[in-house]
């Protein structure tokens, strides 16, 4: 099985404008993601997608490849193959929030799963909500990384955003609200989601070696 993995980059950020090119420790945050990937022992080929210029030439300058995409062209159309589970159609890793600013971060997409562990909901919100004080209960971080079957992503582009999924601006709600399933991962390694300058920083600091 080869497994390629494809990383979408977009320019135009609502919250954090030319994120990609940001500059961490003398390098385009973007050549810190793809030189992440290569390390991969499963990743066989890896390419940046995007729509913008600037991001392409940063890409080819540092040795990668990269594709240039249209700017219609939603993320869904993005093959991101890693099928390591053959049972699931649609796989996502999750991280035990240890920090209790994450809980109430909107930024911090929460997920509560089964015993199984199959997603049950992601959201922006507190999940779950703690109705009786004295209680405790533990949440989890999503991580925007996903493995999927070809045929099942083929799939999901064709349907159509449902309310939650506008509500909340989490596209992995669309499979959800059709039907599908999706199989979460735990794993030991938190990350960082640069979507302001602040958390830029603390992507610097932690590549520096300093506590970010």
Known sequence: MKVVVIIPSRYQSSRFMGK????????????????????????????????????????????????L?????????????????????????????RRDEEVSDPNAVKVVFDRDHFALYFSRSTIPFVRDRGKKADY???????AYRKSFLVAF??????????LEALEQLRALEHGYRIKV?????????????GDLERVKALLAGRKP
């Open 157 to 166: 582009t064709r349907l159509p955003q449902g309310m939650l999924e506008q």
């Open 20 to 67: 990609p090119l940001a500059d961490v420790l003398g390098k385009p945050m973007i050549q810190h993601v793809y030189e992440r990937v290569l390390q991969s022992k499963t990743a066989a080929l890896a390419a940046v997608a995007t729509d913008d210029r600037r991001i392409f030439e940063a890409v080819e300058k540092f040795g990668g490849r990269a594709i």
């Open 185 to 197: 991962v735990e794993t030991a390694f938190d990350s960082i989601e640069v979507d302001t300058p």
């Open 69 to 97: 995409t249209s700017p219609d062209h939603p993320i869904d159309e993005v093959v991101q193959p890693l099928l390591e589970d053959w049972t699931v159609d649609f796989s996502t890793l999750v991280y035990r929030i």
């Open 140 to 146: 989890w971080k999503h991580h925007g990384i996903y």
